[in-house]
Each structure stands twice: as C-alpha cells, then as structure tokens.
C-alpha cells in the first residue's frame, strides 16, 4: 500500500483516498470518544491538573455589568465591601462542599452568606458563572440569559459584590465568580416599603440556554446577620490557604483544536478528492463532496463557537 493513497483517490481503482474512507472515520470517532474518556477519568484520578486559565477581573465585571444597567436607562449598583465578602464566601464553600448550585448540599441558601456578611437586605440577587476564560464572556453569558438579565436589570439594586475565585471543582481546575446583588434595609424601606410577608420568587431555568438560571429574594424586614456569623465561618475553607497551581492541560483547549485541525484536514483531502476526480472524469455513485463540505464547515463552526463556560 502507497503512502500517497492515504492522501489520494487511487489512480486506477478511484477509490477515496484512505484518510476520508468510512472506516477512517469511524476511527476518528473512536479516538475521540477514547479521549473525552480519558479526560473524565483524569479529573477523577489527578483532580487539578486539567482545567481553564481564565483573566477575569472583579472590577472589570462590575464595569461591564453598570454598562449594561447605563445601556438600560438604569442608575449603577455600587460596590459593597459585604456584598464582596459574601460573595467570596459562597464560592469558598461551592468549592469546600464541591457543588455547582445556588443551594448547598448541607442546606446553606444564598441568603446565608449575605446576611452572615453583615448585610441586612430588603432585595438581593445571586447570579453564578463557572470556567469563562474572560469577563466580557461572563457578562455576556448571563445577559443571553432571560434570568440572569433580569437580575443585572433589576431597578431595585443599589449594591454589587463580585468574587472571582480560582480552584478544584469536581476534579476540574476552574474559576468561579460569583456575583450578589443587594439593597439595605434602610434604602428599600424609604423608597418603597414592602408589605405582606416574605415574598421569595426562585427564577426558572431559562430557554436560551442550558443551566441558564438566576435567582432573587424580596423581604420586608431586616434578617438577624447575628444568626448567620457561624454558617460564614464555616463557609472558610482550606481553599483559602491552598495555592492554586495552574493546570497542565486546558482540556477544553485541546479538544477543539485537535478538532479543527481533523476538520480541516478532511477539508482539504476531500477538495483534492474533488478535484482529482473531476480532472479525471470519474463519477461516484457514493460521491457527495459538496454536503460533505457543508457538514463539514458546520461542525466547524460549532467546535470554533464552542465554550466550557457555564451560568447558572
């Protein structure tokens, strides 16, 4: 067998070079079931080694959220230093108690990290976002979302906290950042006051995209932040201390360029199978370059497009 037949539809039997053969690809399915598999179990064997390096900047997501709010018609949120602590706390803890949730596995809420910060609240909001490389993807990421739009859009915030915290989360190096909305007491009661009891509205998932969910809480009255002191502290973990060393391997990374690098290849043999074959005057009954091409660019375009980002 010539080499060049693996690249090359055979002089005189016209078959398919060997690298676009159906058994070629079936192969190229294979490997990479083999290495998606491979990739779940180092993050079960070697948790941290795998995972995404991101550059998101706290300052630069409350930038770009009052953007959006300004874009809006709507006043900026401030930054709260207890907002920040609160939000610091609730990423400490996702990682502590290894979840991806508004609602701990031992039961903490949302409302228990803010109130525990000292932050006695009459509106508040939480919305959370996971392996994003920048902050313009975050924001944006949660603006697409119907919720989590609702969240930055919401005419009753007056106060911001962000967190961006970096480490292992089932096995998976990330980056967690976590953003709280909220309004003091103090501020809600003198321009609206709220009656009727505790209203709390959980927002359902959203249509535009999976995990896509936000969450908000109304109250009427000022929660005790006394009651909620200890749940903080514990919210402290080990992860504070640790230092977070980068991954060896953004897995994420090599899946799509090994990807592309397959599509294009393919690309190109299925061209040259084209051309060849054209010069040659050959018909094919089982020759279906041009769809093949299409298939091809669309895969294409959805490996390119495709983001390990995740908002709930």
């Given at each position: 067998m010539k080499?060049?037949?693996?690249?090359?539809?055979?002089?005189?039997?016209?078959?398919?070079?060997?690298?676009?053969?159906?058994w070629a690809l079936a192969m190229y399915l294979i490997l990479f079931l083999v290495l998606y598999a491979g990739i779940k179990t180092i993050y079960v064997v070697q948790p941290g080694v795998l995972g995404v390096n991101s550059a998101i900047d706290q300052q630069e997501i409350i930038r770009l959220t009052?953007?959006?709010?300004?874009?809006?018609?709507?006043?900026?949120?401030s930054e709260d230093s207890r907002l920040n602590t609160a939000a610091q706390a609730k990423a400490e803890n996702m990682f502590a108690e290894n979840y991806w949730a508004h609602y701990s596995p031992s039961g903490k809420d949302?409302?228990?990290?803010?109130?525990?910060?000292?932050?006695?609240?009459?509106?508040?909001?939480?919305?959370?976002?996971?392996?994003?490389?920048?902050?313009?993807?975050?924001?944006?990421?949660?603006?697409?979302?119907?919720?989590?739009?609702?969240?930055?859009?919401?005419?009753?915030?007056?106060?911001?906290?962000?967190?961006?915290v970096e480490g292992t989360l089932n096995g998976e190096k990330t980056t967690l950042v976590v953003q709280e909305f909220g309004t003091p007491v103090?501020?809600?009661?003198?321009q609206a006051p709220v009656r009727g009891g505790t209203v709390q509205s959980i927002q359902t998932p959203s249509e535009s995209g999976p995990s896509a969910q936000g969450i908000s809480e109304v109250l009427d009255e000022s929660p005790s932040p006394q009651a909620n002191v200890k749940q903080l502290a514990q919210a402290k973990t080990l992860i504070a201390s640790e230092k977070i060393t980068d991954p060896l391997t953004d897995p994420y990374l090599a899946l799509k360029v090994s990807g592309l690098s397959l599509l294009f290849g393919l690309f190109v043999l299925i061209l040259i199978d084209l051309y060849i074959i054209?010069?040659?005057?050959?018909?094919?009954?089982?020759s279906r370059h041009l769809p093949h091409l299409a298939l091809i660019s669309v895969a294409s375009t959805v490996l390119y497009n495709l983001s390990p980002g995740v908002i709930i």
């Open positions: 080499l060049s037949h693996f690249f090359l539809p055979h002089p005189e039997t016209h078959k398919k070079a060997h690298l676009i053969s159906s009052n953007l959006q709010r300004e874009k809006n018609g709507l006043g900026p949120v949302p409302w228990v990290f803010i109130n525990g910060a000292g932050y006695s609240f009459s509106y508040a909001g939480e919305n959370l976002a996971k392996s994003f490389y920048t902050s313009d993807e975050v924001v944006n990421a949660w603006m697409n979302s119907k919720t989590h739009k609702e969240n930055i859009l919401n005419k009753n915030y007056k106060n911001i906290g962000i967190a961006v103090d501020v809600a009661v003198a054209r010069r040659r005057a050959i018909y094919r009954i089982s």
